[in-house]
């Protein structure tokens, strides 16, 4: 699918190729040794002070993590959510073993899942990122303490049939990336 909009620079193909697509194959079957090297790359992400507050529950088709984060989804995402070969939802530790707040922990988390979602490009597989989903409920199911959150989900597979998808989400599968102007977020000086 050939959804790459105008760019102002030429950038890694890498990062030209990702997207996030929401027609998933739901025969394809992704596995824990494809998804390790993502992890690896997200393992390996910069954090404040070296913190690391980020992990992963990982839900393959089929399994009980799976049936909790389709669950939590808004019904939007489930329906085409549930077509990808994995979910995974990223967590943030908000506080230490203290009670200490990591500030920068969401951004921290952040990096991770940029590193995993380049490293998943590379070897074929695509990511969809979302916040159209309840954490809290997800959270609880997870059993998450009061110092970890989950922040995002995303899906994990590879491109499926788009006509598998309402008119109104093939629609939008196939429009092209757009992203602001650099003039519109880059600023130089004192003035925002």
């Not at 959804?3 to 697509?21: C, D, G, H, K, V």
């Not at 070969?85 to 009670?99: F, K, P, Q, R, Y």
């Not at 109104?168 to 429009?175: C, G, P, T, V, Y």
Request: charged share 20%; glycine share 8%.
């Amino acid at each position: 699918m050939d959804n790459i909009s105008q760019r102002s620079f030429a950038i890694n193909p890498l990062l030209e190729q990702r997207w996030s697509p929401r027609a998933y194959s739901a025969t394809h079957v992704v596995d824990e040794n494809e998804l390790g090297p993502c992890f690896e790359a997200a393992r390996w992400s910069p954090s404040s002070s070296n913190s690391q507050p980020w992990s992963f529950a990982v839900g393959f088709r089929g399994d009980a993590v799976f049936s909790m984060i389709i669950d939590s989804m808004v019904a939007g995402n489930a329906l085409w959510g549930k077509n990808a070969s994995a979910l995974v939802a990223s967590i943030a530790m908000t506080h230490n073993d203290e009670g200490t707040e990591l500030s920068h922990a969401i951004y921290d988390v952040g990096q991770a899942v940029a590193h995993f979602s380049v490293q998943a490009t590379s070897q074929g597989l695509l990511v969809h990122q979302m916040a159209g989903f309840d954490p809290e409920s997800l959270g609880d199911a997870l059993g998450l303490d009061s110092h970890h959150r989950v922040v995002t989900l995303m899906t994990i597979g590879v491109l499926g049939d788009v006509a598998d998808l309402p008119e109104k989400l093939q629609e939008r599968e196939a429009s092209p990336r757009v992203r602001k102007p650099l003039s519109d977020v880059v600023f130089r000086g004192a003035s925002y």
